[in-house]
């Protein structure tokens, strides 16, 4: 298996955004099983676990990253207007 970088944290900002080619999501899986209980992780995104499958493509590599990300995780959730939104120039 291969190492990663020795960051001891990484963070994965606005997941899902763009749809993976399954080369992408097959390293993806990679670099979420390589920090898997070894480092931390951190992910936004305001994209329903359900519904990733529609930005990886892969059932089994989804359940598989998800479970990952999960285990021993702490999900929080932001339901208030974006700070981007809110402070927009024009409304």
Not at 18 to 32: I, K, N, T
Not at 35 to 59: A, P, Q
């Amino acid at each position: 298996m291969k190492k990663i970088a020795a960051a001891d944290l990484i963070i994965l900002d606005e997941w899902g955004y763009l749809p993976l080619h399954q080369d992408g999501a097959r390293l993806l899986f990679e670099v979420v099983s390589l920090c898997y209980e070894r480092k931390s992780v951190i992910i936004t995104t305001n994209i329903e676990f359900s519904h990733w499958k529609n930005f990886l493509f892969d059932d089994k590599l989804t359940v598989a990253i998800i479970d990952r990300l999960i285990h021993h995780s702490h999900l929080l959730f932001y339901d208030r207007e974006s700070y981007r939104k809110q402070h927009a120039l024009i409304k």
